[in-house]
């Protein structure tokens, strides 16, 4: 028997979002998610089309400007005139600016309630789990902007002793810290002793319903390798090129990603073109795997996410339709945590 999905918090009803009782606070919106090339963008935006929804971009390299072969914008999937779904957060810094989750999230929280004040459905759609994670967990991101000062001291510490500083002074932030990535580990610090004081506004419910597109492991491989060569064949190594010739160092290239990073090390003479795209595979493949993990985390921490196959828009638009409605959702066919899989292959 189908029931109902709970998810953070009593739903309002109709298509139109319109609350159904006086003090009702939830935001509701349609969380698209998952692993790279699986046809994320296409869904949301069928989605938003047939339920007059508006994008806002769960990906943290496409908020940058002139940065699109690379980061796959693929703007045209939007449709143009009339016919065009309406899009947040993607071209909105210069790739130089400092972005980063505190700005994201405010960013993000300021679109989904604009989107939701003119009674439309708010769609987030992308494969930052942390970004999506800290929207979804309604993350207090109370720290201020980002300190050079401050910073500058930080680095000159061991991630263990900055570990120590978080277990000291912020073990709350530590529990919620990527301990794998240093730059992460230096802003969690940073967040910790510049966090503003806990009277202010809290971040908002939302009442998300979380779809993801799914494909066996092979099939994902083989539309990266051909999402790939398309890049390649519509100039990406010429937009890094441009990007490099622009003013952005090759450090800072390599800051955004696996596409630049190897891309920069081609163009620098570094790698030969067969070893280059063998070598960009490999890691795009690998990078589709740690995704995975982060959204195998969720479905663990009690997430509920509907993996759909093939992203199949059908089962995706009844899925919407009830949930918009308050109707009961059906328990989901496919939990990626509980698949297990054989060897791999790069």
Known sequence: MARRTRHRCPSSRGTTLQSATANEKAVRCVVVLGATATGKTALGVALARRFGGEIVSADSRQLYRGMDVGTGKDLEEYGVGSERVPYHLIDIADPGDDYHLFRYVADARHA?????????????????ALYINALLNQYDLEGGEPDPVL????DALSDEELLDILLREAPDVLGRTDRTQRRRIIRAVEIARTRRAS??????????LLIGPFYPRKEIHQRIEKRLD?????????????LHA?????????????????????????LDFATFRATLLARIR???????????????????????????????????????????LPEPSIRISERLYGPRTS
């Not at 989904?112 to 930052?128: A, D, F, K, S």
């Open 112 to 128: 989904i309630h604009t989107i939701r004040g003119r009674g439309r459905l708010p769609i987030v759609v992308g494969g930052t």
């Open 151 to 154: 910073r500058e001291e930080l």
């Open 199 to 208: 009277s202010e506004s809290r971040a908002p419910v939302l009442d998300a």
């Open 230 to 242: 398309a890049r390649l064949a519509n100039g990406m190594l010429e937009e890094v090129a441009r």
């Open 246 to 270: 622009g003013g952005l160092s090759w450090e800072r290239l390599d800051f955004f990603g696996l596409e630049y990073r190897y891309a920069a090390q081609h163009l620098r003479g570094e």
């Open 286 to 328: 690998r990078l589709c795997k740690s995704q995975e993990i982060w959204f195998r985390k969720m479905e663990r921490e009690g997430k509920v996410i509907h993996w759909l196959a093939e992203g199949d828009i059908d089962e995706a638009s009844k899925l919407v339709a009830a949930f918009l409605a308050g109707a009961p």
